[in-house]
């Protein structure tokens, strides 16, 4: 095993040695927090922030609630000074509260999940003819299709699809839009018209938890607008999701995630943990869907019911055997401690990052360079996309205090001028705050354009098809 992870390890030092377009990648580390100390994690006490409703009290707004992240809000926005004036605006967020994925649900359930009435939609659209009826689905089960019991069946008699957001993730999405129009559109006066759409533009991924998403957010933003189209790339290759198919990427998180590693450790010392939570979950301790191999499933199982105000499990064969509050806060350090783990901690985990979201970061490229050309007229650019991809953009600009980013996590890239000498600058916004970094760049507030992009095309590669196809 150990020689399997060296030839791992040098096969990646092989590709950066002989590829100068990445030679200008430095990982920095973290900050030492207690999300990234895996000591305090594991001999910590509590959550590591809200896990059981959407709402922050306003007098701690900005902390971590992972049922609803904070986000840009008139309350806690910095107007920078008056020589700076808005010229481009692009937002890469996650999706909202939801239900859990199926492959995350325990194969029989002890309680139940109804979404009647609440969709998901789906119907055409025709183009000049009539107006369509809308149709939502509703999961069908107790049939006679015998195939139908050879899978557990998750929550019983449920309606609901996995994953699917929900009633309240709608109207946090929407809240999320108006929050955002208040901001953007009626204290900065930036955002176009409703019905300048030529001027704004909405991006989804193939998850139609995505396009959910957006349909609460529109509905805040613009709430006189009854559609819009949303652009969507093959899933073949969406780097927005992302989809993309790159075998170093695989070889490179391999080397930090695989045997005798620190990630390895952490699972054995948190044996107890799991034969607990195997207890209650039914889940074998050979199981080979993953819920052995990261605290990934456990954490969005729980996480799910209790944001949505539903209690921990206890076990179907013994109602008497439950996952108590404190096992669930230790999931919840321990999943947190993997994504700074595996996005920004490991060595290798901003390359990792640059393989992943490398192709969005040069498309953002792209839409400076078009506005500052003034190629076309858009001035707002929205994607909604999913955990994996904030955590990889994050991983590429090297955030300092890395988390799991929760439901609704928002990114915001804002482009600025300043009017009296005709520079360019850019500030990035996290949890409605401007970004510290642990680079030389440190923390992004109206930071030179070409700074910034100077350490993006350092960082990753020139050619990433190439690099990809190398591992």
Same mark, same amino acid.
């Given at each position: 095993?150990?020689?399997?992870?060296?030839?791992?390890?040098? &096969?990646?030092?092989?590709?950066?040695?002989?590829?100068?377009?990445?030679?200008?990648?430095?990982?920095?580390?973290?900050?030492?927090?207690?999300?990234?100390?895996?000591?305090?994690?594991?001999?910590?006490?509590?959550?590591?922030?809200?896990?059981?409703?959407?709402?922050?009290?306003?007098?701690?707004?900005?902390?971590?609630?992972?049922?609803?992240?904070?986000?840009?809000?008139?309350?806690?926005?910095?107007?920078?000074?008056?020589?700076?004036?808005?010229?481009?605006?692009?937002?890469?967020?996650?999706?909202?509260?939801?239900?859990?994925?199926?492959?995350?649900?325990?194969?029989?359930?002890?309680?139940?999940?109804?979404?009647?009435?609440?969709?998901?939609?789906?119907?055409?659209?025709?183009? &000049?003819?009539?107006?369509?009826?809308?149709?939502?689905? =509703?999961?069908?089960?107790?049939? =006679?299709?015998?195939?139908?019991?050879?899978?557990?069946?998750?929550?019983?008699?449920?309606?609901?699809?996995?994953?699917?957001?929900?009633?309240?993730?709608?109207?946090?999405?929407?809240?999320?839009? =108006?929050?955002?129009?208040?901001?953007?559109?009626?204290?900065?006066?930036?955002?176009?018209? &409703?019905?300048?759409?030529?001027?704004?533009?909405?991006?989804?991924?193939?998850?139609?938890?995505?396009?959910?998403?957006?349909?609460?957010?529109?509905?805040?933003?613009?709430?006189?607008?009854?559609?819009?189209?949303?652009?969507?790339?093959?899933?073949?290759?969406?780097?927005?999701?992302?989809?993309?198919?790159?075998?170093?990427?695989?070889?490179?998180?391999?080397?930090?995630?695989?045997?005798?590693?620190?990630?390895? &450790?952490?699972?054995?010392?948190?044996?107890?943990?799991?034969?607990?939570?195997?207890?209650?979950?039914?889940?074998?301790?050979?199981?080979?869907?993953?819920?052995?191999?990261?605290?990934?499933?456990?954490?969005? $199982?729980?996480?799910?019911?209790?944001?949505?105000?539903?209690?921990?499990?206890?076990?179907?064969?013994?109602?008497?055997?439950?996952?108590? =509050?404190?096992?669930?806060?230790?999931?919840?350090?321990?999943?947190?401690?993997?994504?700074?783990?595996?996005?920004?901690?490991?060595?290798?985990?901003?390359?990792?990052?640059?393989?992943?979201?490398?192709?969005?970061?040069?498309?953002?490229?792209?839409?400076?360079?078009?506005?500052?050309?003034?190629?076309?007229?858009?001035?707002?650019?929205?994607?909604?996309?999913?955990?994996?991809?904030?955590?990889?953009?994050?991983?590429?600009?090297?955030?300092?205090?890395?988390?799991?980013?929760?439901?609704?996590?928002?990114?915001?890239?804002?482009?600025?001028? $300043?009017?009296?000498?005709?520079?360019?600058?850019?500030?990035?916004?996290?949890?409605?705050?401007?970004?510290?970094?642990?680079?030389?760049?440190?923390?992004?507030?109206?930071?030179?354009?070409?700074?910034?992009?100077?350490?993006?095309?350092?960082?990753?590669?020139?050619?990433?098809?190439?690099?990809?196809?190398?591992?």
């Amino acid at each position: 095993m150990a020689l399997t992870k060296l030839c791992a390890l040098l &096969s990646v030092v092989l590709v950066l040695s002989s590829s100068t377009s990445v030679q200008g990648l430095v990982h920095y580390p973290p900050a030492n927090t207690s999300i990234t100390d895996l000591t305090a994690v594991l001999n910590g006490h509590g959550a590591p922030g809200i896990y059981n409703t959407s709402h922050t009290p306003d007098d701690e707004y900005g902390i971590y609630n992972w049922c609803n992240m904070p986000h840009v809000r008139k309350t806690e926005y910095k107007v920078p000074s008056k020589e700076y004036s808005l010229k481009y605006l692009e937002v890469i967020q996650r999706h909202r509260k939801r239900t859990p994925y199926a492959s995350n649900t325990f194969f029989k359930e002890d309680i139940t999940w109804d979404c009647t009435d609440e969709g998901p939609y789906h119907y055409a659209k025709d183009k &000049s003819k009539f107006k369509t009826t809308p149709i939502y689905w =509703q999961a069908e089960t107790g049939t =006679q299709n015998p195939f139908e019991y050879t899978v557990g069946p998750g929550f019983v008699n449920s309606t609901c699809q996995f994953p699917d957001i929900t009633s309240e993730g709608l109207e946090d999405s929407k809240q999320h839009g =108006q929050d955002f129009r208040g901001v953007y559109g009626d204290l900065l006066q930036f955002l176009p018209l &409703s019905w300048e759409k030529n001027k704004y533009q909405f991006r989804v991924t193939n998850n139609v938890i995505t396009t959910q998403t957006l349909s609460g957010f529109a509905a805040g933003i613009y709430p006189d607008v009854d559609e819009y189209f949303a652009y969507i790339q093959s899933d073949s290759y969406d780097s927005l999701e992302p989809a993309l198919s790159c075998s170093l990427a695989e070889t490179v998180v391999g080397t930090y995630q695989g045997p005798n590693t620190t990630w390895s &450790s952490h699972l054995d010392l948190t044996s107890a943990l799991s034969a607990r939570f195997r207890n209650v979950s039914g889940i074998e301790p050979n199981d080979t869907a993953g819920w052995n191999t990261s605290w990934d499933h456990p954490y969005d $199982n729980l996480s799910a019911k209790q944001c949505h105000s539903k209690p921990l499990p206890c076990s179907v064969n013994d109602t008497s055997i439950c996952i108590g =509050q404190e096992d669930a806060n230790e999931i919840y350090r321990l999943g947190n401690w993997e994504y700074a783990y595996r996005w920004r901690g490991a060595e290798n985990s901003t390359l990792y990052s640059t393989l992943i979201m490398g192709p969005w970061f040069k498309e953002l490229q792209g839409h400076f360079k078009n506005h500052l050309a003034n190629a076309n007229q858009i001035k707002y650019y929205h994607n909604f996309a999913h955990d994996e991809s904030i955590s990889a953009v994050l991983g590429v600009l090297q955030i300092d205090e890395p988390v799991w980013p929760g439901m609704g996590s928002e990114i915001v890239f804002e482009l600025w001028e $300043n009017t009296s000498n005709k520079t360019n600058h850019i500030r990035v916004l996290w949890r409605g705050q401007p970004l510290k970094t642990s680079t030389p760049l440190g923390t992004i507030d109206m930071l030179p354009l070409d700074t910034f992009l100077s350490y993006l095309n350092e960082t990753i590669a020139d050619d990433l098809v190439g690099l990809c196809a190398s591992g």
